[in-house]
């Protein structure tokens, strides 16, 4: 019921990105507009869909539809949309299909108001929850969507008693502890905005301070744009509560689950780099992965250059650790929109010329160190290694800021199946032969973690060791039983 419906897109050679959540209460602040430009600060995470809900505190109003945030709102959609309580949700799926029914907000209408709800993550027990709550195939979309009718049915039946304004509280109180795998919420009714992280603290969630009120977004930027400064990453297993009365913290889950593991990947590659996680600045660790990969994989050359843009900060690092210049050897089309049609392997090769281009007066005779954070299926690497060849480049030396991506991610990163992953099914030696570089290698674990820069915080690293911090679906998982770890839920 929840198997994504999607198919490969043209660039995948990356861990496709989570979604981006925005959440703002500022009485006398255009919060739709506000809530606009938040959700333009994270659109990396997310372009399939946007939507963003907001309340006058009365009723609450939910725009959505297919597309980039600019696509869906403009003046004409926004001016409408007055009050001082908003979410927002800009979606990239990884269970449910790329189609309107999905795209998020999610609301439901119980109670006086109704609630909207805004989810980053995909949980884990979606089937088992559905069979307990007595669902029939099809009636919830996708994960969020079923989170949304979990809580619904915990309002009390509409004219049976006045509400004492705290249903959606109590609501998310009882849901919560029953969902596994990684959720970042932001929750709304007509007067209160609602955060939330799971006990395992996947996906990013922080909290801002505006001089009306206050904000929670997916990554820090997006406090910046609307002119909210940084107060904290919400705790893992932390729900915050913001009403009129200010903002109040609560802890819904039991202590035993509560084990802190952000995705490593949102430092590697998915968060945008003058982000905050676990206290550091995204760049910096990226450089710092750089320098750490010039000290443990050297090799001689005259220019190193990164693939644009995430792995540029890597490339930087690696060059001033190696002595070797930095260049630029590709320029990237940054106005080429993402296709999910599944292309054959010339449409492949076209659309990775479409993004990139090589600048041949750079690259002509020269030994290149090419820098990227990832490989997952390795075709836009391939495209443009050849690309670079026939640009004239005297060698090709690939470098990776992570170690070789082998597992498929069930927390809210689309992968695909272990079957598609090249580092599962290929050595480092396969690899470099298919990819046709000089040499290939990948920075190790303890060296990313290392570069992070934050002692004693926790990671998951699933997807590159195998060791799930939760049970995963095993219709889903490792490519047999006998591969997986011990701990993987069989």
Known sequence: MWEDERVSVGDDDHPREACGVFGVYAPGLPVAHATFDALHALQHRGQESAGMAVSDGREVTVVKDMGLVTTVFDDRTLAPLHGHLAIGHTRYSTTGSSDYNNAQPVYRA????????????????????????????????????????????????????????????????????RLEGAFSFVV?????????????????????????????????????????????????????????GGVRSEHPFPPERVNPTLCLFELIYLARPDSRLYGREVHGARRRMGELLAEQSPVDADMVMGVPESAVPAAEGYARRSGIAYGQGLVKNRYMGRTFINPNQEMRRQNVKRKYNPLRENVVGQRIIVVDDS?????????????????????????????????????????GTRSELLAANMSVGEITDY??????????????????????????????????????????????VEEAPEHVGR
């Not at 009306?212 to 705790?235: C, I, N």
């Not at 290939?440 to 060791?467: H, K, M, Q, W």
Request: charge should be negative.
């Open 110 to 177: 119980p109670g006086e108001s109704g609630f909207a709800l805004g989810h980053n993550g995909n949980l884990t027990n979606t089937a088992a929850l559905a069979v307990e709550a007595g669902m029939l195939p099809g009636m919830a979309t996708s994960d969020s969507d079923l989170v949304g009718e979990l809580m619904a049915a915990e309002f009390p039946p509409d004219g049976l008693e006045r509400s004492d304004g705290r249903d959606l509280e109590r609501a998310l109180v009882t849901v919560l502890p």
């Open 188 to 244: 709304m009714d007509a007067a209160h905005l609602i955060g939330v992280r799971d006990p395992n603290g996947f996906r990013p969630l922080c909290l801002g301070k505006l001089d009306t009120g206050w904000v929670l977004a997916s990554e820090s930027p997006a406090l910046d744009v609307v002119g909210a400064h940084f107060v904290r990453e919400l705790e893992p297993g932390e729900m915050v509560v913001i009403d009129a």
């Open 375 to 415: 490989i997952v299926r390795g075709t836009t690497q391939r495209e443009i290694v050849a690309m670079l060849r026939e640009a004239g480049a005297a060698e090709v030396h690939v470098r990776i800021t992570s170690p070789p991506y082998k597992w498929p991610c069930f927390y809210g990163i689309d992968t």
């Open 435 to 480: 990819l046709g570089v000089d040499s290939l290698a990948y920075l190790n674990l303890d060296s990313v973690i290392r570069a992070v820069g934050a002692p004693g915080a926790g990671f998951c690293a699933a997807c590159l060791t195998g060791e799930y911090p939760t049970d995963v679906p095993v219709a889903l998982g490792p490519r047999s």
